[in-house]
């Protein structure tokens, strides 16, 4: 890996877990203002499962669209761990700078990003018609 393209990589690095304390920062404020209702709740003073039900309230207090851009993150800083970054998973063609620019945490190319979000609504608008069918 050349030494421009590590610079490069460190600057998305620095600009994702920046959103990403960003977003827990948020999310403490969100969680401790329950705490009381959490403890009495739930009385276990293990240390992993606390940590995973903090984490499970923790994305359940966020709205769509930070709790999707935490696990982008997330998934992000893991692919840069791993040396994919910059790569769409679904096509393999290198990402634009500019792209990543704006939106580091993305994973696809635009056009992989509009095919998949097509996909999706093509499949909940079949999931809302069988729903609709469940209820007969
Ligand atoms: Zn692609």
Not at 9 to 23: A, F, G, N, S
Not at 46 to 54: F, K, P, R, T, W
Not at 56 to 69: A, D, H, S, T
Request: hydrophobic share 30%.
């Amino acid at each position: 890996m050349s030494t421009g393209k590590k610079v490069q990589l460190q600057k998305y690095r620095q600009h994702l877990q920046k959103v990403r304390e960003e977003i827990i920062a948020k999310m403490q404020r969100a969680t401790s203002n329950g705490r009381e209702v959490r403890i009495s709740a739930e009385p276990s003073d293990s240390g992993d499962l606390a940590l995973s039900s903090y984490m499970k309230e923790f994305l359940y207090k966020l709205n769509e669209v930070e709790r999707c851009r935490f696990l982008e993150i997330e998934t992000a800083l893991e692919r840069i761990r791993e040396g994919s970054y910059g790569q769409c998973v679904d096509c393999g063609s290198p990402l634009p700078i500019k792209r990543l620019e704006v939106l580091p945490w993305a994973s696809r190319c635009t056009a992989c990003q509009e095919k998949l979000e097509q996909l999706q609504q093509e499949e909940e608008a079949e999931r809302g018609d069988q729903e609709e069918a469940a209820n007969f």
